[in-house]
T-cell receptor, first 115, second 113 residues
């Protein structure tokens, strides 16, 4: 069963618009990671959140973890074509009593930024 | 430059053949992982290793085998027992056990002909 739900599955936005991607878990998250992937390439680490209410920013991307540590959002301000790709959230498997410290991933959100 | 390398980038296999995917890291990381990525299914864990000469099965280990003889290397063999091996394979590493960031290689796309 899928333990991390991402929404939306895909997103098309006009350049310059803001957008938000959500990642929801049914269980408390001990570590929540955001990655970006270009098609056919590896994952690029963006940010990691651990504490309830934590917020981190890098350039125009901001990630937040809610107080209950069950939901995270990724917000992009003034989107650019370079933001296009697949965004994946991953959670430490300790949250799911799974394999060691590997990550469980959501299915990803595909983002397209149009001119 | 430190990083993770995977080779080859593209691999074609005939049915019934075993193939080995290479993963090397020079980050001095203790832990290494193999994931499989299929369209619409996200990443799924195949095997992981927390230290040299030790490795554990992940969620979809059937039809795969690994070895960890050196800290830097974690090769994955896709055997003929794997019924549907066509996928994108990603290798990752982290400093160690615990909540540490995993860094990923560029991936290998395996296609069975």
């Amino acid at each position: 069963s899928q333990e991390l739900e991402q929404s939306p599955q895909s997103l098309i936005v006009q350049e310059g618009k803001n957008l938000t991607i959500n990642c929801t878990s049914s269980k408390t998250l001990y570590g929540l990671y955001w990655y970006k992937q270009k098609y056919g390439e590896g994952l690029i680490f963006l940010m990691m959140l651990q504490k309830g209410g934590e917020e981190k920013s890098h350039e125009k991307i901001t990630a937040k973890l809610d107080e209950k540590k069950q939901q995270s959002s990724l917000h992009i301000t003034a989107s650019q074509p370079s933001h296009a790709g697949i965004y994946l959230c991953g959670a430490d498997s300790k949250s799911f009593s799974n394999s060691g410290y590997a990550l469980n991933f959501g299915k990803g959100t595909s983002l397209l930024v149009t001119p | 430059d430190g990083g993770i390398t995977q080779s080859p980038k593209y691999l074609f296999r005939k049915e019934g053949q075993n193939v080995t995917l290479s993963c090397e890291q020079n980050l001095n990381h203790d832990a290494m992982y193999w994931y499989r990525q299929d369209p619409g299914q996200g990443l799924r864990l195949i095997y992981y290793s927390q230290i040299v000469n030790d490795f554990q099965k992940g969620d979809i280990a059937e039809g795969y085998s690994v070895s960890r003889e050196k800290k830097e290397s974690f090769p994955l063999t896709v055997t003929s027992a794997q019924k549907n091996p066509t996928a994108f394979y990603l290798c990752a590493s982290s400093i160690g056990q615990g909540i540490y960031t995993q860094y990923f290689g560029p991936g290998t796309r395996l296609t069975v002909l």
